[in-house]
């Protein structure tokens, strides 16, 4: 499952504005002045506003005046009549309350409002934003692709790639094709005397683009629709004709904006400003819902958040009772011994500390903060080292008198991502024990779903409260200043309301998870008894074989020379292999390969997907994705692994995040050890870096296809807990049921299809995306999914209860009670509402195999704590565990893993865990 991503929402202003107001009666108020077509406007984009809470949306209109078009073609749009007189009044107001509403209004003189738009998504496209265009305009089906979808409002109805192709017959590259061939009377686009869509649709879906038609016009006789044997004389008289209606109908996608795809953003919303103009237009439901809220609530009815509030509606937005701080700067043995006395007797106390550097194995401590009480903290500076800083307490002195307080386990602590603090205390030999909360997992727990999981975002989200930015006292870029070149004035607030904002956060947030007995639970048993256990597995490292991947560096260096030879003697000429541009006229002009998909420019696309599907014909994109392939190995990992090694340590110290996925999963960074590909020789050769110390071995133990097993116990279906019971080959027997096959007549390509309909449908995955991957019809692939669900009644059972409730409740939840919202699953977007539905089945298995191995790591670690064994876990990689064992230690400890990874979960099925051993961390997978 991809992790989700509000999309970024475009608007057609100048379409909704024309829809709105041939929609609406002709309203006006006790002025006369007409409103129908503002209320219509802002009623459709309140409705988006809801729709997609936590989307940035931007409302782009046409500019007035002549654009590029007029130029091309004098005639363009000349049939148009005037915008009507009793609509004109009403552009500036809508235009005003918009901007009240906080949305960005985008108005750019020279081309029209589509080609604003265009650009924005082909900006988004090229960084795999998600993005949906809300529009009437069938012309904006030619931007549609994996990453930009189209919604109309007044109809309800959303399209996607496939519902451009069940709508119009073709995919979206050829829309603009579409448009050339049949004109648009509208816009007085001419397009081909007597072609009009059944015509354009049998020349597109029998021969392929505008140019593929020109090339081949005797092959037109051929396609049999009526008229074909005398279309080529019709289409070669009006070719002219044809290319211009291209041009014209092309979106462009190029247009200079003042603002980049990335600087979109909501402003905080002009209440008094909206109220004026409501009440203007005697809009009188919204006056009310506007004077009858607070600030906050009158955000919340126009559907817009407050600057620095998330709209969503489980992250209980609260605004900020306000509250008398009161911080101490601690700089005296006499005011810490007292601060120190505090902690002693307190309940619980919120601890912070401040350091020189993020990375946690190099970070020096510059001072420490505390809090027992909303709004009274203390800040202890320790080493800020800045010209004329007055003299503080030792830092030795300081942390050796807190050390037995924080090595206490019945004193209990609060923090913020404390995981980094008890790295950085490990560097002064504290071990750092009785965490009782941490805010950033109880939000994490609460809501993983509701944003970001900082203390910032935090603080905006659930006390209403803005927070000193470190960049507020440490300014930005290469001349910021770290922690301890901070002047005390400056960094004491800061530090003290780090610990201030901690406590708050944590009183507002543990009483919402102690209403939900699983989420308490997921916090309590699972959260933060792992803490400790990530911090030892970062702390211990990865011992790696540097040489190695210098070699192996030096070597992807000449077969990514030889790979960039052989494409160059393949296309006849030198050229830059990582230009899209140069490959586009390589692959697609000189070598006249098939236009597989298009950008929203028009051009041909050599994205990957592309390529892998040329690769399958042709020698040179094969060439190109293998050079692609090994350049990414090398600068990814051949290349950096080597320059992360921690020189103190020797080893690779990754972090795990535990706050950062929709289901629970960690992730990793610095390095990512959870990409690191190994399906070629090249890529697994990578891991072999990945060594055992002297003396001992890497073993690697992987649970065997628990999501299916998590699966069958979900489901209850007996076709999949017979077949995991019994030890079968899952995948065979799903192809034995699928095929009606004996079991041992399954083909090795019933078998691999029979993977991909096990796998794809705990994905979600559609008849239309099986088909695809399989690369057979969508008839066909229909026809597999519905025996599938013929031979286990309990998955479509399951899948269809899964889907009800999710809609009902809002959310799903694992085995354990961890729980996911999914705010789309009540969507009137049919194809947000869809996703989110197939996120419903798949996260329950996703988020419990993530339960799960953080189960097996707490228990494997709180055996390692007493056992008599060498070993030291050193890697989390998906649902696998890798260890340093010594080599007396392996048979014994590898009974003992099994077992302990193997009762981490009691399911209908047995959990299955392999484990292998090896000098390398390659042989022991």
């Not at 709105?20 to 503002?38: C, D, E, I, Q, R």
């Not at 009815?301 to 900020?320: C, L, N, P, V, Y």
């Not at 959260?527 to 011992?543: A, F, K, Q, S, Y």
């Amino acid at each position: 499952m991809s992790e989700a991503t509000a999309p970024l929402i475009l608007v057609d202003g100048s379409s909704y504005l024309y829809r709105a107001y041939h929609a609406l009666p002709p309203l006006t108020n006790s002025k006369g002045m007409p409103t129908g077509a503002v209320k219509g406007v802002i009623n459709m984009i309140r409705s988006l506003v809801k729709s997609y809470p936590d989307s940035c949306i931007a409302v782009i209109f046409d500019a007035k005046g002549k654009t590029f078009r007029d130029d091309i073609y004098p005639e363009y749009k000349a049939q148009r009549p005037p915008m009507p007189d009793d609509m004109r009044p009403q552009v500036e107001p809508i235009h005003q309350i918009i901007r009240a509403m906080g949305l960005p209004l985008i108005v750019v003189e020279g081309v029209e409002a589509d080609d604003v738009i265009g650009t924005y998504a082909a900006q988004a496209t090229a960084k795999a934003i998600p993005v949906v265009v809300s529009t009437g305009d069938k012309d904006m089906a030619q931007l549609v692709n994996e990453h930009v979808s189209l919604v109309n409002t007044m109809t309800n109805t959303a399209m996607d790639v496939p519902g451009v192709v069940d709508k119009f017959g073709i995919g979206p590259e050829l829309i603009i094709d579409f448009l050339a061939l049949m004109g648009d009377k509208v816009d007085n686009i001419p397009g081909v005397a007597g072609v009009g869509e059944k015509t354009a649709l049998a020349l597109l879906q029998g021969l392929g683009s505008l140019d593929d038609i020109y090339a081949n016009l005797e092959a037109v006789r051929e396609l049999g629709f009526r008229g074909a044997k005398k279309m080529p004389e019709k289409l070669d008289a009006e070719k002219a004709n044809a290319y211009l209606s291209y041009e014209l109908a092309t979106i462009k996608c190029d247009v200079e904006l003042e603002a980049s795809v990335e600087q979109l953003q909501h402003t905080a919303v002009d209440n008094d400003a909206l109220l004026s103009l409501f009440k203007d237009m005697e809009f009188k439901t919204w006056v009310n819902d506007l004077s009858n809220g607070s600030k906050g609530d009158a955000a919340a009815k126009t559907g817009i958040a407050q600057k620095g509030e998330q709209a969503d509606e489980s992250s209980e937005k609260t605004d900020a009772a306000p509250i008398d701080v009161a911080y101490d700067t601690v700089l005296t043995k006499a005011d810490f011994t007292a601060w120190l006395e505090i902690l002693k007797n307190a309940e619980v106390f919120a601890f912070d500390t401040e350091t020189t550097s993020l990375n946690y194995m190099n970070a020096e401590v510059v001072g420490v903060s505390f809090s027992v009480e909303a709004g009274k903290a203390a800040y202890v500076p320790v080493a800020h080292d800045y010209l004329g800083a007055p003299e503080q307490l030792d830092r030795d002195f300081v942390l050796q008198a807190l050390k037995p307080l924080l090595e206490d386990p019945e004193a209990r602590k609060i923090g913020q991502n404390l995981k980094y603090d008890a790295h950085v205390l490990l560097n002064y030999g504290i071990q750092l024990q009785g965490v009782a909360f941490d805010t950033m997992l109880e939000s994490y727990v609460w809501n993983s779903t509701a944003g970001r999981h900082d203390m910032d975002s935090l603080a905006s989200r659930y006390l209403g409260f803005e927070t000193i930015h470190f960049e507020d006292i440490a300014g930005k870029g290469k001349k910021q200043l770290t922690f301890n070149q901070i002047e005390l004035e400056k960094a004491a607030p800061y530090a003290a309301e780090d610990a201030d904002i901690t406590l708050r956060l944590h009183q507002k947030l543990w009483p919402e998870l102690q209403t939900s007995d699983g989420q308490k639970s997921v916090f309590e048993d699972i959260e933060i008894p792992l803490m400790p256990v990530i911090t030892r597995i970062e702390h211990t490292g990865c011992l790696l074989d540097s040489d190695l991947l210098h070699e192996q560096s030096a070597m992807l260096e000449q077969v990514c020379q030889s790979l960039e030879q052989q494409a160059h003697d393949l296309a006849g000429e030198t050229f830059n292999l990582g230009s899209p541009k140069q490959l586009q006229a390589i692959l697609f002009e000189k070598q006249g390969l098939p236009v597989i998909k298009k950008t929203p420019k028009g051009q041909p696309s050599t994205a990957e997907p592309v390529l892998q599907e040329l690769a399958l014909e042709y020698e040179l994109p094969s060439v190109i994705m293998q050079y692609r392939s090994m350049s990414k190995l090398k600068s990814t990992y051949t290349d950096a692994l080597p320059a992360q090694v921690n020189p103190r340590t020797g080893r690779v110290h990754t972090s795990y995040h535990q706050a950062v996925t929709a289901t629970g999963r960690l992730s990793s960074s610095d390095p990512n050890l959870q990409n690191i590909p190994i399906r070629t020789d090249e890529g697994r050769k990578v891991r072999r870096a990945f060594i055992a110390p002297e003396g001992k071995k890497v073993l690697a133990a992987d649970y065997s296809q628990i999501e299916l097993r998590i699966m069958a116990h979900l489901s209850g279906d007996e076709g999949l807990l017979d077949a995991f019971r019994h030890g079968k080959d899952v995948h065979k027997a799903t192809a034995a049921e699928v095929f009606d096959v004996a079991l041992d007549d399954v083909s090795a390509d019933q078998r691999r299809s029979a993977k991909a309909i096990n796998f794809g449908l705990i994905y979600g995955m559609s008849a239309f995306g099986l088909a695809k991957q399989l690369k057979i019809a969508r008839a066909e692939a229909q026809a597999y999914v519905n025996a599938y669900f013929e031979r286990y009644p309990g998955v479509k059972r399951y899948m269809d209860t899964i889907r009800s409730e999710a809609g009902e409740t809002g959310y799903v939840e694992t085995l354990f009670g961890r729980r996911l919202y999914l705010p789309e699953i009540k969507s009137r977007n049919g194809m947000q509402r869809q996703a989110a539905e197939r996120t419903a089945i798949n996260a329950p298995m996703q988020g419990t195999a993530a339960d799960i191995i953080k189960r097996a790591m707490i228990a494997v670690d709180g055996y390692l704590q007493t056992a008599a064994e060498d070993v030291r876990m050193i890697m989390q990689v998906h649902d696998e565990l890798v260890f340093e064992v010594a080599e007396a230690d392996v048979d014994a400890f590898s009974a003992r893993l099994r077992d302990l990874m193997e009762s981490a979960a009691d399911l209908d099925v047995p959990l299955i865990v392999d484990v292998g051993v090896g000098n390398n961390w390659d042989e022991a997978h």
